[in-house]
């Protein structure tokens, strides 16, 4: 009698444990489902807007009484870089007042789908981000939309309220930016 009633404890233990085991390997592959995001399932450039030249040069001559500051930058570009995080603390202090910050990346196309969104989402400027194919810009674009820039060095920050014209080479201070920014009426 110990005999039958320890083999059927035993047998419902091994058969729990067959059941267990399985779940377990249900749960394991339902979790490695989730872990396993293909790069086709990563974000792409679907949020990163992209503009061509001419249509560069009409967000850039909007006149009205809107502040748009506009930063030329490059993912590689160390100056472009370190100054993000002055523009980033702009955005939220400025927060629906009427001033328009935006990024525009001259990275080559080859990584509009890698490091750019990389780039953009670990900075936080993702919806503050355009992307323009600078090998598209020629001597023409340069000599159309600003005063001072050739294109030759970035970052580059063109701000415009109005008829009221900015333009500056080189990296941002934070005090550079804020009277840029005060300069504006």
């Known amino acids: 009698m110990k005999k039958i009633f320890l083999s059927a404890i035993i047998a419902t233990t091994l058969f729990s ?34 503009l061509n030249p001419q249509e560069t040069t009409d967000f850039l001559q909007k006149k009205n009484d809107t502040l748009y500051v506009t ?47 990389r780039f953009v989402d670990k900075q936080g400027i993702r919806n503050n981000t355009i992307l323009l194919d600078g090998g598209q810009l020629d001597e023409n674009f340069f000599k159309n939309n600003f005063k001072q820039w050739d294109g030759g060095a970035i970052p580059f920050t063109y701000m415009r309220k109005g008829d009221q014209v900015d333009e500056y ?4 201070t934070p005090e550079l930016l804020n009277s840029k920014i005060a300069s504006f009426k």
């Open 17 to 50: 444990c067959k059941k267990e085991a399985e779940k377990t390997e249900e749960n394991l592959t339902e979790k490695d489902s989730i872990v396993n995001i293909t790069p086709e399932n990563l974000p792409s450039t679907a949020s990163l807007k992209t």
């Open 71 to 117: 930063n030329f930058f490059a993912t590689w570009c160390g100056p472009c870089v370190r100054e993000i995080p002055h523009f980033k603390e702009k955005i939220a202090e400025l927060k629906g007042k009427p001033v328009k910050i935006t990024f525009i990346s001259l990275d080559s196309k080859e990584v509009w789908n890698s490091e750019v969104p």
């Open 169 to 172: 080479l080189g990296m941002m």
